[in-house]
């Protein structure tokens, strides 16, 4: 099913070029420095129980184009909020999955999951109703061996390191477990700080008063709220090895307020007061926050703004967050981030990486910012736009303004662990391309395409995220 030369130009000038870029990074380690995968994985190292369990129930990719088509979530075993009843018939959903396989042609989703099942399972045939239950019963067989175990595919994988994701209240018992158990593979976690700095995030209140508890600090007060997050940014980094800290802020807003506006803001949104204007102050004026903060522990922060998170208000209802109904939505930088660049734009000890879903900012304002604050850097091509015409079009919209090394090579912030060799090997592929057009056009020479390939691929994330 992989052409070796997929993703790489029809032109056979270029495609040569590619092929000789991307024999040099091909078989890089993989430096995976923002993600959601489960750390319970590796800390328990079990066996994944199915093939849906492993790919289908865990990835909003899949489940969304389905629940797009009206399959319902239940049907494809997506657990609900009030433990209603949903499918557990694990090989009742791969062939759901393989009923509306032709939903997927074009789409990144294919991709991976054809790359994971070649790759990883020796699947050659298509999935379709007529070998769903072949493929099935080979991943199945395959995920009852201990090669197939977490720490092993971690390993096969070629994956140097892996960053998790967790809320300042999660005790990071899993990460823990990794550390004390001896094995060699290096999952780290990242600081996501939302369900206490958000006062419209659900359980503000009681995150809050939680956040105190645990760190023993008076979080009814400003300055012992902001005591306890720096006690739990310095617990991340000595317990969990955390390098990042991670903002999902609905937009890209900051503020730098006085300190008794923000004791007054901080004290109307304990009380559940705050009008949506002044929750989106409070968190602008956190993110300012956290970029003093990161100044003073050297975690780097990364700000992924634009997502109108749960559209859907009854898949909400019923199922909970990040099931597939987040949308894109305009995305303004330039004024919205100038209280935070007036103060710290200029440290060259900060690292500030920007993401976005709007990718009409590129151009006009993030390849502008990032080339010239010395604290920012681009995130890469992110969530509806991790594809190769997303891809493709981050590149040949920023590198003229901002150049290769404002950005921070790739992060495939996914869920579904299988994807992550998959992901980077098709950002690999799409660099290449890119370099070997401009190399074609004798924009670039062919010796320093090279090292472009191996930092895009490699180099620039470890030393944006401190690896």
Same mark, same amino acid.
């Given at each position: 099913?992989?052409?070796?030369?997929?993703?790489?130009?029809?032109?056979?000038?270029?495609?040569?070029?590619?092929?000789?870029?991307?024999?040099?990074?091909?078989?890089?380690?993989?430096?995976?420095?923002?993600?959601?995968?489960?750390?319970?994985?590796?800390?328990?190292?079990?066996?994944?129980?199915?093939?849906?369990?492993?790919?289908?129930?865990?990835?909003?990719?899949?489940?969304?184009?389905?629940?797009?088509?009206?399959?319902?979530?239940?049907?494809?075993?997506?657990?609900?909020?009030?433990?209603?009843?949903?499918?557990?018939?694990?090989?009742?959903?791969?062939?759901?999955?393989?009923?509306?396989?032709?939903?997927?042609?074009?789409?990144?989703?294919?991709?991976?999951?054809?790359?994971?099942?070649?790759?990883?399972?020796? $699947? +050659?045939?298509? !999935? %379709?109703? &007529?070998? /769903?239950? =072949?493929?099935?019963?080979?991943?199945?067989?395959?995920?009852? #061996?201990?090669?197939?175990?977490?720490?092993?595919?971690?390993?096969?994988?070629?994956?140097?390191?892996?960053?998790?994701?967790?809320?300042?209240?999660?005790?990071?018992?899993?990460?823990?477990?990794?550390?004390?158990?001896?094995?060699?593979?290096?999952?780290?976690?990242?600081?996501?700080?939302?369900?206490?700095?958000?006062?419209?995030?659900?359980?503000?209140?009681?995150?809050?008063?939680?956040?105190?508890?645990?760190?023993?600090?008076?979080?009814?007060?400003?300055?012992?709220?902001?005591?306890?997050?720096?006690?739990?940014?310095?617990?991340?980094?000595?317990?969990?090895?955390?390098?990042?800290?991670?903002?999902?802020?609905?937009?890209? $807003? +900051?503020?730098? !307020? %006085?300190? &008794?506006? /923000?004791? =007054?803001?901080?004290?109307?949104?304990?009380?559940?007061?705050? #009008?949506?204007?002044?929750?989106?102050?409070?968190?602008?004026?956190?993110?300012?926050?956290?970029?003093?903060?990161?100044?003073?522990?050297?975690?780097?922060?990364?700000?992924?703004?634009?997502?109108?998170?749960?559209?859907?208000?009854?898949?909400?209802?019923?199922?909970?967050?990040?099931?597939?109904?987040?949308?894109?939505?305009?995305?303004?930088?330039?004024?919205?981030?100038?209280?935070?660049?007036?103060?710290?734009?200029?440290?060259?000890?900060?690292?500030?990486?920007?993401?976005?879903?709007?990718?009409?900012?590129?151009?006009?304002?993030?390849?502008?910012?990032?080339?010239?604050?010395?604290?920012?850097?681009?995130?890469?091509?992110?969530?509806?736009?991790?594809?190769?015409?997303?891809?493709?079009?981050?590149?040949?919209?920023?590198?003229?303004?901002?150049?290769?090394?404002?950005?921070?090579?790739?992060?495939?912030?996914?869920?579904?662990?299988?994807?992550?060799?998959?992901?980077?090997?098709?950002?690999?592929?799409?660099?290449?391309?890119?370099?070997?057009?401009?190399?074609?056009?004798?924009?670039?020479?062919?010796?320093?395409?090279?090292?472009?390939?191996?930092?895009?691929?490699?180099?620039?994330?470890?030393?944006?995220?401190?690896?």
């Amino acid at each position: 099913m992989l052409h070796p030369d997929r993703l790489f130009s029809s032109d056979p000038t270029q495609r040569a070029i590619a092929r000789r870029l991307y024999a040099e990074v091909q078989n890089l380690p993989i430096v995976s420095p923002h993600g959601h995968t489960d750390p319970s994985w590796f800390a328990l190292n079990e066996a994944f129980p199915d093939p849906a369990a492993l790919f289908v129930k865990p990835d909003h990719y899949a489940f969304r184009m389905l629940y797009s088509q009206g399959v319902p979530l239940e049907s494809l075993g997506v657990p609900r909020r009030d433990g209603g009843a949903v499918e557990t018939d694990s090989r009742k959903i791969w062939r759901l999955l393989a009923d509306h396989w032709h939903l997927f042609p074009g789409t990144p989703t294919r991709m991976w999951l054809e790359h994971a099942f070649e790759t990883a399972f020796g $699947v +050659t045939e298509r !999935l %379709s109703p &007529a070998t /769903a239950d =072949a493929i099935y019963d080979r991943i199945e067989s395959c995920l009852r #061996t201990p090669e197939f175990r977490p720490r092993a595919l971690f390993e096969r994988f070629n994956i140097e390191v892996l960053a998790t994701t967790e809320s300042p209240l999660d005790p990071l018992e899993h990460h823990k477990a990794i550390r004390e158990s001896g094995w060699k593979g290096r999952v780290i976690t990242a600081f996501r700080p939302d369900p206490v700095v958000d006062p419209e995030f659900e359980g503000f209140q009681a995150n809050v008063a939680t956040l105190g508890e645990i760190t023993g600090e008076d979080t009814a007060t400003w300055k012992g709220y902001l005591a306890a997050l720096e006690n739990r940014r310095r617990y991340f980094k000595e317990v969990g090895g955390a390098t990042s800290t991670d903002h999902g802020h609905p937009t890209a $807003v +900051t503020a730098d !307020l %006085s300190t &008794a506006e /923000a004791e =007054a803001l901080f004290a109307k949104a304990l009380r559940g007061t705050v #009008t949506a204007a002044e929750a989106e102050l409070f968190r602008g004026h956190m993110l300012t926050e956290m970029a003093r903060m990161s100044l003073e522990d050297g975690l780097v922060m990364q700000i992924h703004p634009g997502s109108v998170r749960n559209h859907n208000p009854l898949v909400f209802d019923r199922f909970g967050r990040d099931k597939g109904c987040d949308i894109p939505s305009a995305t303004e930088y330039v004024r919205a981030l100038k209280p935070l660049l007036d103060r710290f734009g200029n440290e060259r000890d900060l690292t500030i990486i920007l993401f976005t879903l709007d990718e009409t900012s590129y151009s006009r304002e993030l390849a502008p910012l990032a080339g010239h604050y010395p604290a920012l850097r681009l995130g890469p091509a992110w969530w509806f736009h991790d594809s190769p015409e997303g891809m493709r079009r981050f590149r040949e919209m920023t590198t003229e303004t901002a150049g290769f090394y404002n950005t921070v090579g790739f992060n495939d912030d996914t869920r579904a662990f299988c994807s992550i060799p998959a992901r980077h090997d098709v950002a690999r592929r799409v660099d290449c391309a890119f370099l070997a057009r401009l190399v074609a056009e004798h924009r670039v020479d062919e010796d320093d395409a090279v090292e472009l390939a191996t930092d895009l691929a490699y180099r620039l994330a470890k030393n944006a995220y401190k690896l």
